[in-house]
């Protein structure tokens, strides 16, 4: 059910990209220097685009896709960008065939624009699932496992995992079956835009990817 929803977002996002030319200015000349993001600009592209699969404020109902709200508007930047194949490169550094539409169609003043909306929403509260998941996601969370070589997720991503803008993202609120997802992405190679979560996910088993995760959802 979960795959059949997601692939129903992804041709609504796909069909209301399709529009994205007509309603909002894309692929224009790139700014020679960026102006003070515009949230008023930034929510009709998430209106008309982003809602399908994230929700207007950022605050989508389903793990499929991430919540935006409340995420550094620098780290949404940066991750817009890891989905355009950059000069000299081969391929983007992170793989959506949706994302990469979206991302190319969008010049850096859009895409800190949408961002600097986004970031300015508030995320509705998430909670964690399994109360048998809470303890051992706390250790790895505030702790790290030791003997594994995993360093403690706190240490980048703060007590109350709100991130540190541009680094780390906020991870508080988040859907936790969206954040083992992207585990197993970093842990297989298949997400690359980071050695550091590609080296602590490949250590993390899935017992303790769950678990970490769904202490994540309820953290604040």
Known sequence: MN???KSLMVIQAAAAFGSLAVSVSVNAAEPAQLAKPDVARGQAI??????VCHAADGNNAGA???KLAGQHAEYIVKQLKDYKTQPGAKAPARNNPIMAGIAGALNEQDMANVAAYFASQKAKPSYAR????????????RGGIADKGIPACAACHGATGMG???QYPRLSWQWGDYTVAQLNAFASGQRPNSEP????????????MKAVADYIAGLH
Not at 46 to 51: E, I, L, M
Not at 130 to 141: T, W
């Open 197 to 208: 979560m590609h080296q602590i996910s490949s250590r993390l088993n899935e017992a303790e």
């Open 64 to 66: 499929a896709f991430p």
């Open 46 to 51: 998430a209106t008309q685009v982003c809602a």
């Open 130 to 141: 399994d109360k048998n998941d809470v303890a051992l996601g706390q250790k790895i969370y």
């Open 3 to 5: 795959r059949l929803y």
């Open 164 to 166: 540190i803008p541009v």
